[in-house]
């Protein structure tokens, strides 16, 4: 089911019941290996000496063959309250010192703590719900043990330990964990129940070992493997991008299943959807089939205004179940008035949009990651804090900063920039406007100041970076004798 969704996603997945598009051909991508964080929780009692033994003999040898597969499996072998060595020797640690022994949610009569070295179904909720999953990786947990999931006693279903798998079904889920159980030999009837109701409860695979050195490596490989091929992946790209107001901008679903010994491969005519579900652009989306590429895509235009897109996308499985993307696209529309390549947001403040604005900070002499071009975030003021760079604005002066002759705090406008219109101011009332121009001769250029249309319009040349702050202070205090208001 998807969790978390509004009314938008919700749209996209009833148009996707419609949607009827042929498959394009496409460049198929190239098969990725499935990460898959493996997490397994061993009950250290006496009667588990068979199993465990057995696990640390064969567990490097699964984590070989799974790689020949393409499953890159990050393994951690932990016992629940203790990790005793001896026939436990490969355990590194337990879930209670590792993780903690708060069981999370409502474990009814099972009670709210690790009850003991067999808790397995308790050691479940903790470590779906505690344990640094790898982002983008598969969720496993491989609980063992031959006794109840609550603490060990006599298995009660109903009781304390359908409690403590009911609990440990719902913390799985909530954090994308897949469960599952091997029942050790001599489980009972009731022990294996619960393990079975806990995988299928989590799409997990139960099994039940009835000799250790024989048949537990192939367990453990099995269910490795399957917690692979019932994956699917999903994301949309990119991840993280800029674009101008009004501009157009592709977002691309992509849906891959993994095959064993080739990883995970594109999948062609399965239904997805690019839905943005939150910014200025609220609502675009586009639903249809995947190409050969296992790819949906939407281009819109950016016409909602500055801001962050919010960019999801929604991918069926085989049994035709719907998930969102592991991932979110995050589109940053802005306007760009010094076509420098940096949002007008950023050349403010590197800060700007929630700190995404650092993406177009220098970090070498080359220039930042984005721009290549020597220029930054941050270099430009904004006086008038109206959100436009000082370079692209009526120059930084208001009406109360035209009473200062000169206005100290705008004198970082000047030298001009050669070759550029740096200000213009008009006379209420009078069509003659006042102007400072700067343009390329020889070193520095000229500046200007006066009534465009008089005689005895004044021009001075400007020889080093003082004269060009000194015409800027002419021209400011100029225009202020005339009680001038800054135009746009």
């Known amino acids: ?45 006496g009667s588990m000496d068979d199993e465990a033994a057995a696990l640390c003999a064969a567990i490097s040898t699964v984590e070989s063959d799974l790689i020949a597969l393409g499953i ?74 031959d006794e109840g999931a609550c603490d060990g ?61 024989l048949d537990l490596a192939q367990l453990l490989f099995d269910i490795a493997v399957q917690a692979c091929v019932s994956a699917l992946q999903c994301r949309v790209d990119p991840e993280l991008d800029f674009n101008v107001i009004g501009d157009l ?39 249809g089939a995947t190409n050969a590429a296992g790819q949906v895509s939407h281009t819109y235009v950016g016409d909602g205004g500055p801001g962050i897109d919010t960019i999801v996308g929604v991918c069926f499985d085989a049994e035709n179940q719907p998930q969102l993307s592991s991932n979110t696209g995050r589109k940053v529309w802005d306007f760009d008035c010094q076509d420098n390549g940096i949002p007008d947001t950023c050349d403010v403040d590197c800060g700007g949009f929630g700190g995404l604005c650092e993406q177009f900070a220098n970090s070498n002499e080359e220039g930042g990651p984005l721009t290549g071009s020597g220029m930054s975030c941050g270099m430009s003021l904004d006086l008038n804090e109206n959100g436009i760079p000082d370079e692209c604005d009526c120059p930084c002066f208001t009406l109360a900063d035209l009473q200062i002759a000169p206005p100290t705090q705008c004198l970082n406008r000047f030298p001009f920039n050669l070759g550029e219109e740096t200000a213009v101011w008009a006379l209420p009332g009078n069509a003659n406007n006042y102007f400072a121009d700067a343009w390329t001769n020889g070193v520095w250029g000229w500046c200007r100041y006066g009534i465009a249309s008089a005689a005895n319009t004044n021009v001075y040349q400007l020889i080093s970076p003082a004269d060009a702050m000194a015409c800027g202070d002419l021209i400011i205090q100029y225009t202020n004798s005339f009680g001038l208001t800054c135009l746009p």
Request: include cysteine.
């Open 1 to 45: 089911m998807l969790r978390g969704t509004n009314r938008i996603l919700r749209l996209s997945l009833g148009l996707l019941a419609l949607a009827s598009v042929s498959v394009a051909g496409a460049a198929s991508a190239q098969p990725i290996a499935c990460p898959v964080d493996v997490v397994f929780t061993v009950d250290t009692s």
């Open 249 to 287: 901008h592709t977002a691309t679903v992509t849906i891959q299943d993994f095959v064993p010994e080739q990883g995970f491969v594109p999948v062609p005519g399965r239904p997805a959807a690019v839905v943005v579900t939150n910014g200025p652009n609220l609502g675009e989306f586009n639903a």
């Open 153 to 213: 006693d006599s298995c009660a279903d109903p009781g304390e330990d359908r409690d403590a798998i009911n609990n440990a079904i719902i913390n799985a889920v909530a954090n994308d964990v897949i469960a599952s159980p091997i029942s050790g030999t001599g489980s009972s009837a009731c022990v294996q129940t619960l393990g079975q109701d806990l995988a299928a409860g989590t799409g997990g695979t139960w099994a039940a070992s009835t000799d250790p050195n």
């Open 72 to 145: 890159d499996a990050n393994v951690t072998l932990w016992g629940i309250t203790a990790n005793p060595g001896g026939a436990f020797s490969c355990l590194t640690g337990n879930v209670a010192s590792n993780l903690t022994s708060v069981v999370p949610g409502n474990n009814g009569a099972c009670g709210t703590t690790l009850n003991g070295s067999e808790s397995w179904g308790e050691a479940v909720s903790v470590v779906s719900a505690n344990f640094p999953w790898t982002p983008g990786a598969v969720r496993l947990v491989v609980p063992i043990s």
